[in-house]
């Protein structure tokens, strides 16, 4: 019987530089999409999948997101003197039990592999969760809640997969699988940004991952790889092969890039469309958008 999944890190130490000069002050994980910060939606995923623990690898200047989900007492004060329930309310998720969520540093930019066995001592011997917040997905059940699902019947390591356009597979890891008509394929190899032509399928790799401790194994005394950073996709590779080995979960969402603005304003557009009390002006903007607006 495979081991329940309980714990998440989130790898939160980068210093966001394609978003300066916004992230000279503030972390990029608190930039709001809508009226939620990205870390919020990294969160509430995780809980929606049963995670119970929160990992944070982070690195100086992070300090906004341990104040972000403390509590606050003045403004919980306020917003209570005068009747704001409702807001009251939407506070509290953003409020976390005392020991819930755990942080440690990444004193060197690394690589995602490095920052991963940065947690190695709160993770223990047991499977585990990482979510990258960048990535943020609408999906009508949560997609870690999806691969925990499908990972209590196949175990080992698994990578949540996106289907893209050939002619943009060369920015993403992509998967060598064993078609199989399931949504949950055995992977046979991996592919980092792939040069045009040679990629070994359509299915990309994003930021969710169900690993086992031996990634952290391999993960010791790792050598810098592709960029000269310690790559988690290296270590994921040495498992291919073994029992229970590597799959790709094909979730069912949709996946927006918040690391790129672009994708950050996407994300914020179509976010904005799924809000009953924004939709309808925002749509309207939308549809009466013109060449002037445009700045053509």
Same mark, same amino acid.
């Given at each position: 019987?495979?081991?329940?999944?309980? @714990?998440a890190?989130f790898?939160?130490?980068?210093l966001?530089?394609?978003? $300066?000069?916004?992230?000279?002050?503030? *972390?990029? !994980?608190?930039?709001?999409?809508?009226d939620?910060?990205?870390? &919020?939606?990294?969160?509430?995923e995780?809980?929606?999948a049963?995670i119970? /623990?929160?990992?944070?690898?982070?690195?100086r200047?992070?300090?906004? $997101?341990e104040d972000y989900?403390? #509590?606050a007492p003045?403004?919980?004060?306020?917003?209570?003197?005068?009747?704001?329930?409702a807001?009251? %309310?939407? $506070?509290?998720?953003?409020n976390?039990p005392?020991?819930? +969520?755990?942080?440690?540093? &990444?004193?060197?930019?690394?690589? $995602?592999g490095?920052?991963?066995?940065?947690a190695r001592?709160?993770?223990?011997? %047991?499977?585990?969760?990482?979510?990258?917040?960048?990535?943020?997905i609408?999906?009508?059940t949560?997609?870690l809640?999806?691969?925990v699902? =499908?990972?209590? %019947?196949?175990?080992?390591?698994?990578?949540?997969?996106m !289907?893209? *356009?050939?002619?943009?597979?060369? =920015?993403?890891?992509?998967? /060598?699988?064993?078609?199989?008509?399931?949504?949950v394929?055995q992977?046979?190899?991996?592919v980092?940004?792939? !040069?045009?032509? %040679?990629?070994p399928?359509?299915?990309?790799?994003?930021?969710?991952?169900?690993l086992t401790?031996?990634?952290l194994?391999? #993960? /010791?005394? &790792?050598?810098a790889?592709?960029?000269?950073?310690? &790559?988690?996709? /290296?270590a994921?590779?040495q498992?291919?092969?073994?029992?229970?080995?590597?799959?790709? #979960? @094909?979730?069912?969402g949709?996946?927006f890039d918040?690391?790129?603005?672009?994708?950050?304003?996407?994300?914020?557009?179509a976010?904005? #469309?799924?809000?009953? !009390?924004?939709?309808?002006?925002?749509?309207?903007? +939308?549809?009466?958008?013109?060449?002037?607006?445009?700045?053509r």
């Amino acid at each position: 019987m495979t081991s329940k999944v309980t @714990k998440a890190v989130f790898p939160v130490a980068g210093l966001g530089t394609r978003f $300066l000069p916004a992230t000279k002050s503030i *972390p990029k !994980e608190i930039m709001t999409l809508v009226d939620r910060p990205l870390i &919020q939606y990294a969160i509430d995923e995780a809980r929606a999948a049963g995670i119970t /623990d929160f990992i944070f690898v982070t690195s100086r200047g992070k300090s906004a $997101l341990e104040d972000y989900f403390d #509590l606050a007492p003045e403004l919980e004060a306020a917003l209570k003197q005068k009747g704001k329930h409702a807001l009251l %309310e939407t $506070l509290e998720h953003t409020n976390m039990p005392s020991g819930a +969520i755990s942080y440690v540093r &990444q004193q060197s930019a690394m690589g $995602l592999g490095h920052a991963v066995w940065c947690a190695r001592r709160l993770i223990g011997d %047991e499977p585990f969760a990482v979510i990258l917040p960048d990535d943020v997905i609408a999906a009508d059940t949560a997609c870690l809640k999806q691969m925990v699902d =499908a990972h209590a %019947e196949v175990g080992g390591c698994m990578m949540a997969a996106m !289907e893209v *356009p050939a002619d943009k597979a060369s =920015a993403y890891g992509i998967l /060598d699988v064993e078609a199989n008509g399931s949504d949950v394929m055995q992977v046979k190899g991996m592919v980092e940004k792939p !040069e045009p032509g %040679e990629a070994p399928s359509n299915l990309a790799v994003i930021g969710r991952y169900i690993l086992t401790p031996d990634v952290l194994d391999a #993960l /010791d005394g &790792q050598e810098a790889g592709k960029g000269g950073e310690i &790559q988690l996709t /290296d270590a994921i590779a040495q498992q291919i092969g073994k029992t229970p080995g590597v799959t790709g #979960l @094909k979730f069912k969402g949709e996946r927006f890039d918040c690391g790129s603005k672009t994708g950050f304003l996407t994300a914020t557009v179509a976010f904005g #469309l799924r809000r009953p !009390e924004l939709r309808d002006e925002l749509a309207a903007f +939308i549809r009466d958008l013109d060449d002037s607006r445009l700045g053509r």
